[in-house]
């Protein structure tokens, strides 16, 4: 498939059947989460604790559908590049299996009225957010082993998309640098001030103090951004040697670019200002 058909809205039902073809198995497991957000939206309403200010249900919600988004990313790109049967095995199950578990466990401390992520309260909760902290650990591996194989075999696609997988990938592990700097060197998200203060609606990152969730989110999201940018490109360049050495060059400063404004919403954070003061 083409990239350009990624852009054709009589396209999708096409693109539904690649996923399918490409992993049914990630693409399974990317409409389960789509379905618990929708459950989770439901539930909400009907719940008045609040977590940190905030709604129990409203972090596993924003996590179920990031992770969906995760799913689908990883589903098509094991279709882009060449594994070995164990390594797909190992990328495809094993990323199921750790982000499902980190799903699990974040709707289960909603479920109990506590904080999932730097809870350390008691012997129970800290078991839990370690073995959160195992599973992602598992999952980035598993993700820095798909990036090498972009990096280090030459899969037959165009140059800037190719490109805009590679620097998506070293966007994507960065932000999962700065969450484990999260959790092992702040052990909260918010600098200056305590977790759980005045935040922006739906995401929550504070408006009074640093709040080091914007970078990770920002970073995390760079492995969606600059592939499709690389892919737009890549139909735009077709067919023209110049033009798909322009479109390289434009991929390379977008995701430079990208990257900076990551840096500069971690330092920023690290500062203790918020993204918007209000």
């Not at 992770?67 to 990883?74: D, F, K, N, S, V």
Request: aromatic share 10%; hydrophobic share 55%.
């Amino acid at each position: 498939m083409s990239a350009r058909s990624l852009y054709t809205s009589s396209q999708l039902p096409r693109a539904i059947e690649e996923l399918l073809r490409r992993s049914p198995v990630l693409f399974t497991a990317a409409v389960a989460h789509v379905a618990l957000l929708v459950l989770l939206l439901g539930v909400a309403p009907l719940d008045a604790r609040l977590v940190l200010g905030v709604n129990p249900w409203l972090k596993p919600a924003k996590f179920a559908a990031s992770i969906a988004i995760y799913l689908l990313t990883i589903n098509w790109l094991v279709g882009d590049v060449a594994l070995p049967p164990r390594g797909r095995k190992a990328v495809v199950w094993g990323t199921v299996a750790t982000v499902s578990f980190e799903m699990i466990a974040i709707a289960m401390q909603a479920a109990r009225g506590v904080a999932s992520h730097f809870n350390r309260s008691s012997l129970f909760d800290g078991v839990v957010f370690a073995l959160m902290g195992v599973a992602i650990l598992v999952n980035t591996g598993l993700a820095a082993y798909l990036a090498s194989r972009f990096w280090t075999t030459r899969p037959p696609l165009p140059a800037p998309y190719l490109w805009g997988i590679r620097l998506g990938f070293v966007l994507f592990l960065l932000a999962c640098a700065e969450g484990g700097f999260m959790s092992e060197h702040n052990n909260a998200h918010s600098v200056g001030v305590a977790d759980g203060g005045p935040g922006l609606p739906i995401v929550n990152w504070s408006t009074r103090g640093g709040d080091l969730r914007a970078a990770h989110f920002f970073g995390m999201h760079g492995l969606q951004a600059v592939p499709l940018f690389g892919a737009w490109l890549s139909a735009r360049a077709s067919g023209s040697a110049p033009r798909t050495r322009r479109a390289v060059r434009w991929v390379i400063a977008f995701g430079v670019a990208y990257g900076a404004v990551a840096l500069g919403l971690f330092l920023m954070a690290l500062a203790g200002q918020p993204l918007i003061r209000m």
